[in-house]
């Protein structure tokens, strides 16, 4: 559903929502808008020393144009420039951190 979701908001703004240099930066634009994963979601993340120091707190690094994502730093509406209720809630919906939040497929329909 993540990826159903993702796809969702490229066709309707014609570009990806969490674009990315890299795998470090593509995290960091969905923090920017959804938090850092809670606990339980890091706990079983196998590549977390990546990404995350040992503190749990994300590895912030600047991108090549030197822009430095921060988490819980923007709203999904204001990235679409969408006021539509609904379709926002769908998309938050695809975009849970723990997959048992997330909505389903048939939920979806």
Do not use: H
């Not at 309707?12 to 808008?33: C, H, K, R, V």
């Not at 120091?53 to 600047?62: N, S």
């Not at 695809?94 to 979806?108: D, I, S």
Request: charged share 25%.
């Amino acid at each position: 559903m993540w990826s159903f979701g993702a796809i969702i908001a490229e066709l309707y703004t014609g570009f990806p929502l969490f674009p990315g240099e890299s795998e470090l930066e593509q995290l960091a634009y969905i923090m920017e808008l959804y938090g850092t994963p809670p606990p339980g979601v890091l706990k079983l993340a196998q590549r977390k020393d990546i990404f995350f120091g040992k503190d749990g707190l994300p590895k912030l690094e600047a991108n090549s144009r030197g822009k430095i994502r921060y988490p819980s730093q923007k709203k999904l509406e204001d990235i679409l420039r969408c006021s539509d209720e609904n379709f926002l809630d769908f998309l938050n919906k695809c975009f849970k951190w723990e997959p048992v939040n997330r909505m389903t497929a048939l939920e979806a329909l």
